[in-house]
C-alpha cells in the first residue's frame, strides 16, 4: 500500500530564499510529525499534528518555520529566508492514534534541502 | 536530550545474531522501549517495542532486564540488508514525539 511520500526529494535554494516541502501522510493517520535530520545526527522533533490542529510546534528552530495542515492530511513546511544551517533532511511521519497499531511512526523517505 | 545510551558502532557476521544493547537507567514507570532503524538514505522504520515484558514480532525480539534500565535488540538470523543505524527510544505511550539519539551503526559482514 502507499506509505508516507514527501515532495520533493531533493530542493537546492539560495540563502534567502523561501522553501516550501510537502507531505501525504498516509490516509487515515491522524497525527503527523515532522523532523529535521543534520548530517551524521539522529532526527529532531520539530512539530506535530493531531488532525489540522498543531499540538506542538516546541521544535521549530526560529519563527522562520512554519508548518500547517489545513485539512487534516497534506501538510506544508515551510522555510522562509532560508540559511545555510537549514540544510538537513526533513522527514515526514504520520501514525494512526491508535493502541493497536502500537503507535507506530511511518516515515517518510525525507526532503534533502541544501541552501547555498 | 535523549534518555538513551547505545554504543555508537557494531559489527556482526551474516547469518549470526545480531545483539544491540540499551541503557535507559532515568526511564519512568509509564515509558515504553521503542526500536526504530534507519536505512542510508531512508527514513526510520519502527521494529518493536515494549514497557516491561519481553516481545517477538517477525523482525526481532526485545530483551528488557526486570529493572526496566536496560533493554537488548535481538535480530537472529542478521542478513547484509540489516546494516542500518539503530535508535532506541523511549517515551510515553500514545501519540508522542520521538527523542532520537546517535543510535548504533550496526553493520552486516558477509
Known amino acids: 500500500g502507499a506509505g508516507v511520500s514527501q515532495s520533493p526529494r531533493y530542493k537546492v535554494a539560495k540563502r534567502g530564499q523561501d522553501v516550501a516541502l510537502r507531505c501525504d501522510p498516509i490516509s487515515g493517520h491522524v497525527s503527523l510529525f515532522w523532523y529535521q535530520q543534520a548530517l551524521g545526527q539522529g532526527p529532531e522533533f520539530l512539530t506535530y499534528?493531531?488532525?489540522?490542529?498543531?499540538?506542538?510546534k516546541s521544535g521549530l528552530p526560529s519563527d522562520r518555520f512554519f508548518a500547517e495542515r489545513p485539512e487534516g492530511s497534506v501538510s506544508t513546511l515551510k522555510i522562509q529566508r532560508t540559511q545555510q544551517e537549514d540544510s538537513a533532511v526533513y522527514l515526514c511521519?504520520?501514525?494512526?492514534?491508535?493502541?493497536?497499531?502500537?503507535?507506530?511512526?511511518?516515515f517518510g523517505p525525507g526532503t534533502r534541502l541544501t541552501v547555498t | 536530550d535523549a534518555k538513551t545510551t547505545q554504543p555508537p558502532s557494531m559489527d556482526c557476521a551474516e547469518g549470526r545474531a545480531a545483539n544491540l544493547p540499551c541503557n535507559h537507567s532515568t526511564i519512568s514507570g509509564n515509558e515504553y522501549v521503542y526500536w526504530y532503524r534507519q536505512i542510508h538514505s531512508q527514513g526510520p522504520q519502527y521494529i518493536i517495542h515494549?514497557?516491561?515484558n519481553n516481545e517477538t514480532n517477525e523482525m526481532a525480539s526485545l530483551i528488557i532486564t526486570e529493572d526496566r534500565k536496560s533493554s537488548t535488540l535481538i535480530l537472529p538470523h542478521a542478513t547484509l540488508r540489516d546494516t542500518a543505524v539503530y535508535y532506541c527510544?523511549?517515551?510515553?505511550?500514545?501519540?508522542?514525539?520521538?527523542?532520537f539519539g546517535q543510535g548504533t551503526r550496526l553493520t552486516i559482514n558477509p
Open positions: 527510544i523511549v517515551t510515553p505511550g500514545g501519540a508522542q514525539k520521538l527523542v
Open positions: 499534528f493531531q488532525n489540522e490542529a498543531q499540538l506542538d
Open positions: 511521519a504520520s501514525s494512526l492514534e491508535s493502541w493497536r497499531s502500537s503507535y507506530e511512526q511511518y
Open positions: 515494549g514497557l516491561k
